[in-house]
Every structure is written in C-alpha cells, then in structure tokens.
C-alpha cells in the first residue's frame, strides 16, 4: 500500500500512521516529496482492507494499493495458461476454441432435443440451456428445473455433447451438479459468495459470469473464491457491462479478453448474446471475440425464437448459426487456432 | 407493449405480427403513420417477456413496453404510504424518520454494546451490525455469523434498540431471523433470487439494499419478489451506484427518493456510508437524504474506526455522529417531522 | 508519481526506468516490497503527460499519479472560500445561498419578462435564460441569439436581475459578454479547451457546468484553464452526470458538493433542472442541495411549460417554484445560511 | 410520438392532450388499453422537441419518441454504403479497410517523417498526427499548431499519404482544412455545434470521434449537423465510452460497429488506441474491429514511445505495427476484404 499524506500534515500525524502500519505488520518506508510526503507499507496487502481503514487517519490524503488482492487467479503464481477439462476429448484453454450453444431456457424435450442436434451439426462442441432461470420478474417462467436438467441429460446421450447450466442457490448446487457437466454462475450471482463458496467444493469445471457492474478485478476476485475452496477448474465469461448506452441490452467489454490475458491464467469465453441482446449483433461480435483471442463462445440457438419462453429477441436460428460457424472457422484459422 | 414496424414493411410482415399478438391472447390495434405503422397490443403485459421476442421477427423495428413490471409494490394497487412496522414502537414510513446506525461487522462483544450506546444516547432508533459479511475477497474478514447474532441480540437487550443484519444464504436465514428484527439483502444479492424468495417466505421486515447497477424499476421487481411470496413488509434502500466517478466509492443516487415516491408506496431509507465511502461525506449526504424526503437512515458508525476490521474509512465517530444527529433534528424540523 | 513494477522485473529493466525518470528531471526513489519494487518519482509532477508514458517500459506495471493536476483551483493553493462578485450587491460563495431561475431559452419578450418578474417575486437574485442553445438536433430550435440577449437585458433593466447565459462559440463570446452579467459554459462544452480559454480572457464571472462523462477531477482542470488565462471568477456546477438509469435524464451527483469543498476554494451551483429532466424531481432535489451545502442553484421556470420550446418537461410553473422558495428558506436557516 | 396516459387519469386531462397534440400539428389516435389509454401522435417528429413537454401535462405518464430524430445520416434516407473520397486513390467506406496511422502529437520533423514513412512501409493508407491538440490540463503540450500543420504536409508530400489531424475551434478550422485532407472532430468536441456547423461548410471529409458519454443515437445527430450543412464526407469513429472500468482508460464499445450498420449508411473507423489506452490491447482490438466490419483502424504510432509528448503509453513502435498490420490482413481476407 502507498498512504499519501496531505501536503502540509503535522508531524505527529505522520508518526500516528507510521505506528499503525507498524501495529498491523507491515514495515514502512517513506518518500519526502516537494509538497508531500508518501509512506509505502511493505508486507503482503492481500486480504488487508485495515490498511484502507488508514484512510480515516487525520493528515492522510488517500491510500492506494499497490498488490492485486488475488493469487490463485494470478499470473504471478502460475505463468502458463490452464487448460479446464470438460470431459474425456473436450477441454477449455488450448488452440481449440470451444463454442456452447443452445437455446436460453430449457423448455421442452422436443425444443432441446432438436437444437441439440442442430448445433452439434454446425460443430458446437458443448450444449447450453437452462434449468433454473433467474429472472428479473417473479412473474416470469422460471425454468423447468429438476426436469429440465433431465432433458438436457437426454440431450447429451444422444448427441454426445456436455452440457453447461446454471445454478442459482447452493441448496440446490448439488442437485444440478449431479446431472450437469460444467456449472454456470450468472451474471447476477456473480457476487453471491454463498454460492461461489459452493461451487468451489463441488468436483466440475465453473464458467463463471462478469457481472452488470462489476471490474475485471472483481471478477478475478470472484474466481478466487472459487479457487480457494480447492476448485481449480475456472472459465471466465464476459457476457457485457451496464453502461448509459441503450442501443445494446449491455456492453460487450471484448477489451476484457487482452485485459484478462495479461493477468490471469484462466481460459475467457464470451457470451454475444446476452452481451448484446439482439441477434443481428451476434454474429459479428463472435468474430470479433475469436480475433481478439477468446477460448470460446457462448451462444443462445433456438429453433424458434418467436416463441421462445425468454431472450428470443437475441436467440440465434439454427440456419444463421450455421452460416456463422462456417466464417468463424475463417476467424479461427486466420489466427492459427482451430474450432 | 407498442410494437414498432420498420419504415416500409411489407404487409406480409405486419401480418405475421399480428398473427402473433393475437397468439399471445392480446388484442391489436393498429396506428398507420406517416412513414411507419405502429402497433399496440392490449392487455396485460406483466410477465409476459413473450412479447418482447416479438423483435426478431422480420420487419419489426423495436418492442416498447407501456406497462410497469411490478403490481404489489406499485403506488397503482397501494396509494397510501406504507408503514411497516419494526417493533412495538417503531416504525419506519411515517412522519418518523427512522435512523439505523452502528459498526460495519460485528468485532467483540466490547465494541457492539459501545456502539449500540453511543448511537443510542444520539438518538438512532436502530441499531446495524453484520454478522455474515459478502466480502470482495475470500481472505478479508467474512464475519463471527451466529455469534455476531448473539452479540447483536445482546446489544439489543441492553439498549432496546432493535437490530437490522444482513443475510447471503438461504440456508442460514432462518438462523438470522431468529435474532434479528429487521433481515438486511446486500447490494451484491439484490438480484440473488433464490433470497429474495426466502426472505419472502420468513416473518421479518426486510431492507433490500438496490445493487450496484439496478435500475429503480429493477429494485422494484426484487421487492415484488420478496412481496409475491407473502412478505409485505420492505423497505427500500439505495446506497450508490456505481458510476465513471472514482471521487466516491459509489455514486449516491439521492433523485431515486422522489422518483421512488412517485412508483411505489414503500418507504426510503439512504445509506450514505456506502453510498459515498468516506466518512467527511457521510454527514452532507445525510441531511440531502431527510431534505429530499428519505423515511430514513442507515449508518455507520464505530468507536474506533481505524481499526474496523472493515469498511473503516466510511465509519463516523461517536462523537462526529451526535453532532450531526442533532444539526439532522432541524432539518428534519424544517421539512415538519420528528426523528 | 509512483512507478510500481512488475513482480520479478530484470534489474535492467528497473534501470531504464530510473535513468528516464532522471532525464525528466525528477529524484527517483525505490522501496523494495515483499513481490516487487515501487520508485517514486518526487517532484512537481503537474503538466508531466511525460511521467505517464513510463508504463509504456518493458517491466512496469503502472503509473500511479500521486499529486492532483490542478493548482489555482487547488484547496492547497488558497485556503479560504473564494466569494464570486456578480454585482455590486450579489455575490456567490458567502453565507447567502443564491438562487439563478427562468427559462431554458429565451423565446420572446413577454415570456422573458413575464419569468424575471415571477422569479423575482419569489426570491430568485439572478435570471438564467439561454440566446443561444446548443441543441442535439440540428432541426431544434437554436435560439434567438442577439435578439435574445437584449431581451435579457431589458428583462434585466425591469428588475434589476442580474443574469447567466451560455456561451458556445469564441466567435460569439464577446458579444455575449457585452450583455451578460455571468457566462455559462455548457455540459457540453465543459471541455472546449478553445471556448473555455476564449472565457478565461474575458472579464465576466464564469458559471463552468460538469460535462456528463466528466470527473470532478476534469471538472477542476476545466476551471484551470479558465482561471489560468487571468479570470479567477469560476462557479462550478453539477448538473447531473450519464449513468444506466434511466428514470431521470441524468443521475444529479450531490456528493459532488462535499467533494468539491475539500478539493477547491471555488463555489458550487446545483442545477435540478438538467439533473434530474423531470419537474417533479427538482423541488426535493433543491432542498437536498441546500442542506449538502450548495452555495447556489440555477432552476428552469416557465411561464408556460406546455409550450416551451425546449426542455419544458423539466421546468417549473412559476407557483410551484414560488411554494419551492418558501420551504428552501426554511432549509437554509436549518443550515445557519441566508437566501 | 406516444404519449402515455397515467392509469386512471381523467377524461379533462385526456383531452388537454388531444387539443395540444393538434395545436402543434399531429394527428391523434387514441388506443384504449386494460388499465391505460395510450395516444399516439401522428406526423413528423424530428425537430419537435414540443412534443416531449407533454410529459408536463397533468396526467401523463410519459412521452415515448417512435422516430429516429436523423434523416440525412439514416439508411431510410440512403440505402447504400457511403463511400467517403480521401483522394483520387483513396476511399473509405468500400471493400478495403483504411488503416491511418501515426503519432498523437506533431512533435518534430524528425519525429512525423520518420513515423509517416514507417507507417507507410507497413501497409497504413493515410497519416494521422495532431498540430493542435486538445489537452486535459493547462500545463501540458498544445500542440504546434500551423508549424505542425506544415510538418503534416511535408510528410505527406515524401510519403504521398493523405493526413488526418484534429480541429479544435471554428476560428482556426479554416487554416487546417487549407493544409489537411480529412479534418477530425475530437471526442471532446462532439458536441461542441458550433464546430460541427463550420466543418459542415468546409470542403473537407470529417472523422467524426463519438464523445465518451454520447450515444450512439447522439453520435449519428451530430454527423447529421455536419451533413445538414452541406458536407456529406463523413467517417464515424468509435473510440471507446466511459463506464466504470478503470483497468482500460475507455470502454471499446465494438458493437457500435453492427449497430451502427444497422441504421446509417456512414463508414465505421475504430480508434483502438484511445479505446484502451494502453499499448498492449491495441493489437487485439484491432484484430476484432476488422473482424467485427469496420471500414477503418486509426492507431497510434510512434518511434519512441516512451519519450512521448502525449499518450505514450497507448502508442505502437513501429516493429510491432508492421507485425500487426501482417496479421491484420488475414483477418482482412478472412472477411472477404482487402487492405
């Protein structure tokens, strides 16, 4: 942490502080500057918000730390990327770049059954959908739960593609553990410890959503909650930001992809729909995200997305899926990556 | 929902639109404009997400809904003000306004009962403390849980003051219902809504805390959660969204009291120790949040704040706090109500 | 500055940095922490883009600006509040809250007569009204321009109201100020370094708004500019900043208030119009300025709203704003001021 | 126009409405809906701002606009691409990606002939360079103005690159535009009118910058100021939009690429460098804007970065340009275009 005093504070004020940071273990060290002077506090600042308390001390002007608060996610204690296993011939982090597509909600086996199909026939490599929805309104379809998770079991018997689905309340994590082969939290849960403290004891692979507001940092922060627990098996998601913009539901952060490799070793999967909100702006935002070096896709696919029960405005058809995939290829190879 | 065509639809297009509303059980209702016809669909459009997939149809510009979200929360079903009662004597959401001020977390058993005196000799109503704490990061402090309930219950018994405390996990939420008398639902889980319908299912007031990037209808749509499960008593808190500004912690949006006023019969109360981050603004927030017509406060305030094990440099002083307690007493005066 | 680099940075790597912060002129210094170092570099590091570009160094982590970038504006650089003198018999920044009130734009003499004496009426010690207006749509009116400005002036000469209005060209800013008692500088020109260098020239007090997207730190460095051209005269003003909620048409900062008074000796305006977009919001966020501390507001009042040529859904009636002035007093005397 | 009525609202309020719709010159259409009449308002409603002040009226729930407010800039207006003309070989808008390179600041002669040759060895099609730059502080570098101007030319006739470079007030836009061959309106004065109106009465194209708080909406009104004066060479550029992240210096918004496509014929040119701010992010951003459809890259350049006058730590060396420009074209090709 580097404390900056105000210009011009008393000496006792100084003294006060260099006492603090001596009482909380730390060793100091300060700078005398023309107008001010800066006192760093050496020792390891991870997990110590007391020293943002010194903020409250008369004479400081702020406290800035200097460390970021993870380690497990960090590029400093494991330099190569990891690679998350999803199943026997399936992993998350290599050259290969890994799409999951499917419709938002799983609402019959019909409708699962049949995008299954479709999007392992346009070279999806997992499925997605889901059986427990977290929906802004109560009055909202709040998915097929228990039964949905076995559709999409069905789902993947027959076409051999894993499945990733979402959890959203740690009484039931174990349930949904037990049928899917990846866990995703949302976007809305991104901070609910609980759950993240959860998943984290549970043996499968996460992929772990940014949330509306949340920096790259507390992202980081939410997958070491994960990583503490022992559940090394982290993707993370960027599936867009809240902004004052109203053209997109969200803002897709792609700059998120650079920003991430450059600290973290885990794999980045972007989500375009719900990034978006609209089909028409999937399509080329997946392109944009394999060029800017994603691990993966996550898309929604619904064979009808008229009737879909939720997000169809953003749901792809299968035949425009399709078409994507082929020209993602283009992408993949252009950066000597396969699909 | 208003339906938007694009300029120069076909009608085949429109036809299909149509088509669709009546499917969905709406009537339409066609405004042919001056370059673009315009569709209403009438009846009630709550939970009805449906409709807004009508936008991937082909020749539809945009979707428009009319109607509110929300039924209970709303000042449509419910003019009068709600009162919702706390204790015996208390109440928040008359001309009371109702201040709920103490520690962050709940250290020792010595720093909760000095806290609950200090804020009780200043005339706090309530008292605050977690006892379960959503930290950012797994190695901050996360909070002594049923013991930080006992202490809390102690405290209580002691000064008479009734308490408010968080809760992150249904599963532990009927422990914390068991102490408490008011359960606090935290910024980060405002959207978690396997809580709020937990919360919804047990007897005790809740104060809902608006999340980092809710919208005030989104805050109204996790109220009626809480309310469609059978608990009618909620307050309301905003405590700052988060913003470009880096000045403050958050920024505290204090336009979603009148706002809030306007949509619904439930009460306000501000939290400007997180809404700001930074006890020198704590005070100045706190006499906008009565002027602007807050129901009430929550605040906090620790004896020694340089040592809070959290969220330090937002914390008043005792001291600090009994001034302002008694300059808020002529505002509120001003404004012809009682603290 | 503070140039934190990267754990395990090559000894070379820290050298280059050294010799560069040497050429610069500055006095490195290097704290040794537990995973990696930290050099401050001491000096006077205002107007130094140059220090910046060090994060550009193979090994360096990031650049950390310690000192803030403004001086005349600066708290450290004046101590005491400054008082902005309009007229012989009004100034802004003392114990005397002043209120600016009238119309979006001036649109013809009856109506701008019509506000003056109305705001007078009530209290208001300055009229506002807009000559030329800087409209998003090129087809929206624009203003009556000089016409206006004489109106202004006739208004003024009726009762001996001072008056503010913008200025949005350095072409046209000497005329503005041959009439204008005090020169605003829109939202959106608050970073027009031209036009704010043009005001800075001139000898008329400055009303400097927050641009949208705008810190309170640029909002000091725009004030820079003006008051380093000679003209100390600066008022700032918060009007609302661009956030994702969209229930007010911008999220009115009042921890801008508190903020501003421990960073600058320069006054602070709050302008509820622009801020909240909504008539029925800028009543309970006027009270909520006062008690902040505000040394002033600027209020939209209409004679006629329904009809106004622009921004009519924001301003008020001429008795609400006259019921609005009673209680305000009311406000201001809780806070030991006058109006 | 659709104008909402409050449930239950008055049959006298109604009709206030109905007569004030008529008096500004619409057509009525009342639709009676479950709990709500809504009106639709039919006519013309670009350039009425009078229509929003109904919100006003007594029993109005609020005013929603159906019309997009631009004509000259929409694809309802012009279907085809725009192909803006830079010179007799160079356009940009077609099937070829326009890449304009070079340093943010004109700082020698040395320094911009040794940048426009370097860029131009690697593949970029145009220069860019500032003479007069727009700066967040008083005390930092300017810019040199007409002599930077000349230096532009010089480099421009060694290399035969056309030059874009910044105006920044109406009083000199007339001197640049005699020595550049693209003028460009910085995102701090994207809204600055007076500006767009004299580079909409010069003969030059325009690289138009979106302003970091501007939507995309705001984006095409200001290009339609420019068109509406006559000057119809217009290039959008997004160049990244403030939203809470601090780990960028901007948020890159790619998705303006699509949506922007959607609604104006106008080509797209993306600024990667202010987008991220930071040198390392440049290069896969740029990879996703072309993969993503823009017409255009504007990237900085420098020979030595680190002894930038400005934005050093975003700017490229040359080395790692003419890396990215190889693999650019890739991506290009992969598209189905040419650079």
Chains 1, 2, 3, 4 share one sequence.
Do not use: W
Not at 68 to 88: G, H, M, R, T
Not at 97 to 110: D, N, Y
Not at 303 to 315: F, K, L, V, Y
Request: proline share 4%; with cysteine; aromatic share 4%.
């Amino acid at each position: 942490m580097i404390i900056v005093m105000k210009a011009g504070a008393a000496k006792r004020d100084k003294d006060v502080v260099l006492r603090r940071i001596k009482e909380l273990g730390y060793t100091s060290h300060v700078i005398h500057g023309t107008t001010r002077d800066v006192i760093g506090a050496i020792g390891d600042e991870r997990g110590k918000a007391a020293l943002q308390a010194l903020e409250n001390l008369h004479g400081v002007e702020n406290v800035l730390p200097i460390l970021q608060p993870y380690k497990l996610a960090s590029l400093e204690v494991k330099k190569e990327s990891s690679i998350v296993k999803i199943s026997d011939t399936l992993s998350i982090g290599g050259s290969q770049i890994v799409v999951m597509a499917g419709p938002c909600a799983v609402e019959s086996e019909e409708q699962i059954i049949e995008s299954a199909l479709a999007v392992k026939k346009s070279g999806a490599q997992m499925l997605r959908g889901g059986a427990f929805k977290p929906r802004t309104s109560p009055y909202s379809f709040q998915g097929l739960e228990e039964e949905g998770l076995k559709l999409l079991a069905k789902a993947r018997d027959l076409t051999g593609l894993p499945f990733v689905t979402e959890v959203i309340n740690p009484e039931t994590a174990d349930m949904v553990a037990d049928y899917a082969d990846m866990l995703q939290i949302g976007a809305r849960n991104s901070q609910n410890f609980a759950l993240l403290k959860k998943v984290g004891q549970l043996g499968k692979p996460v992929l772990l959503k940014r949330g509306m507001a949340m920096t790259i940092q507390e992202l980081l922060m939410s997958a070491e909650y994960i990583m503490s627990e022992g559940n090394q098996s982290v993707v993370l998601c960027e599936r867009g930001i809240r902004t004052f913009e109203t053209a997109t539901r969200n803002t897709l952060d792609l700059s998120a992809i650079p920003v991430l490799k450059g600290k973290t070793h885990l794999p980045i999967v972007i989500d375009p729909s719900h990034g978006t909100g609209n089909h028409h702006y999937v399509v080329p935002m997946s392109y944009a995200a394999v060029a800017a070096g994603a691990d993966g896709l996550i898309i929604e696919v619904h064979p009808d997305p008229e009737h879909a029960s939720s997000d169809g405005a953003q749901s792809l058809k299968p035949a425009k899926f399709d078409v994507m995939m082929q020209k993602l290829r283009l992408f993949a190879e252009a950066d000597g990556r396969t699909m």
